[in-house]
């Protein structure tokens, strides 16, 4: 594992994918955990096309030591920093039969434990008491995001598109893209392997097409405290 290689994949593209981090055994015991947790509270999302579960690493503690493994911490420390820690999570399962499809975006805000009208944070959004503002541009800038793919997946069953270098353009909108300069990428990640991004870059998802499924546990790490009395809404601190 190079990691210099990896690091300069981030900064120059936005986004990296590197594979074999967690085994298929790895990988199995995460999807059992997840699988045995009683799924009844306003943090687990399901319908017929998503099931997703918010505050992931907070609903199922259990799952904190099987996905933070040796790897994934070497990962944090040698492309992120010492200093950074998790502050959000959540777990996305795209079934067989979706037809779910997100268009190009990019990540502009941030999950927080309250909300508070300070300069530089705005505009607000509030559902099921869960609180989240677009914050300024350099803590999105100080964000990375792994995401962890408990399935193969590609074009067919929902890998994400980017442009590439679009986290380098600051707010970005979709509307505005200029398609006969940008070009367009899929980022295949196989089971076991993460893809780790920038907030700001653009990126979407397709629907599935061949009936295979699409779990990926999608984790937020930061360096940056928010200002007071602003908390992240979901620090957890990494032992690295």
Known sequence: MVFADYKNEIEEKGFTVIPNIFSDNEIDTIITTIENTEKNNTSFR???GLFAIRHFLN???QAQT????KKLKQIITELFGKDYFIVKSIYFDKPQNSNWFVS??????ISTDKKSEIEGYG???TKNNLFA???SIGILQNIYTIRIHLDDTDENNGALKVVPSSHNKGIYRPETINWNVETETTCPVNKGGIM????LLLHSSSRTTNGNQRRVIHIEFSNTQLAEPLNW????DINL
Do not use: C, F, G
């Not at 099987?66 to 493994?69: F, P, R, T």
């Not at 190009?104 to 805000?109: F, V």
């Not at 780790?196 to 907030?199: A, L, R, S």
């Not at 809404?233 to 957890?236: C, D, N, P, Q, V």
């Open 123 to 125: 505009p607000w959004t």
């Open 66 to 69: 099987l996905i933070l493994n």
């Open 196 to 199: 780790i991004m920038k907030p």
């Open 233 to 236: 809404a979901e620090k957890l």
């Open 133 to 135: 503002v677009q914050p």
């Open 59 to 61: 609903e199922i503690p």
């Open 46 to 48: 399901k319908s017929a």
């Open 104 to 109: 190009y975006h990019q990540d502009l805000t």
